[in-house]
């Protein structure tokens, strides 16, 4: 039973354009979402987060929105760089842990 | 040390073997967790273990697999005859405790059974 779904397993944008990353939650006591970066052969890396009590968090290029009502968030990169090329995941606390959506490729083209 | 170490990065092995993955956490980080990423997967859990606590074993998919965290700091990672199917990039976080961006992952172990 996948709690966190991402459902585009990958994603390119130009440089320069959006990048829109979306992901679906089933479990409404879910109350704070993550997102997380992974470059390959590395570890994965806390990116922006977000608690159910506000719609919107900001930081920099990056932009997360959470649509509580729909069970839905969604990640925004705004100039999209080819650094920002990795796998991003979101994530929910579960109990003593973190629920992990599949990931989603995004690559960024020159 | 400065981040979570994690060793081998890479291990081939028969199956039918058995095989350790180590983690060395950030020092004085209490909560240590292991999670396994399969191809095309997202993160799995496998186990947490939280200061001197019994472990939450609940994500351990088989009684293969086993974990040890000696004196509150290394970890362990035991798979006893390993099938394909354990063919994975085992990761290791350790956090002082759930906090989201306090989560810090290991690079992983590429493990690869042939």
């Known amino acids: 039973d996948q709690q966190v779904k991402q459902n585009s397993p990958s994603l390119s944008v130009q440089e320069g354009r959006i990048s829109i990353l979306n992901c679906d939650y089933t479990n409404s006591m879910f109350d704070y979402f993550l997102w997380y970066k992974k470059y390959p052969a590395e570890g994965p890396t806390f990116l922006i987060s977000i608690s159910s009590i506000k719609d919107k968090n900001e930081d920099g290029r990056f932009t997360v929105f959470l649509n509580k009502s729909a069970k839905h968030l969604s990640l925004h990169i705004v100039p999209s760089q080819p650094g920002d090329s990795a796998v991003y995941f979101c994530?929910?606390?579960?109990?003593?842990?973190?629920?992990f959506g599949p990931g989603t490729r995004l690559s960024v083209l020159p | 040390g400065a981040g979570v170490s994690q060793s081998p990065s890479n291990k081939v092995t028969e199956k039918g073997k058995d095989v350790e993955l180590r983690c060395d956490p950030i020092?004085?980080?209490?909560?240590l967790y292991w999670y396994r990423q399969s191809l095309g997967q997202g993160l799995e859990f496998l186990i947490y273990?939280?200061?001197?606590?019994?472990?939450?074993k609940s994500g351990l998919p088989s009684d293969r697999f086993s974990a040890e965290r000696t004196g509150g700091s290394v970890s362990t990672l035991t798979i006893q005859r390993t099938q394909q199917e354990d063919s994975a990039v085992y990761l290791c976080a350790s956090s002082l405790a759930l906090a989201g961006n306090g989560y810090t992952f290991g690079s992983g172990t590429r493990l690869t059974v042939v």
């Open positions: 994530a929910a606390p579960y109990g003593q842990n973190f629920v």
């Open positions: 273990f939280q200061g001197n606590s019994a472990p939450d």
């Open positions: 020092s004085g980080h209490t909560a």
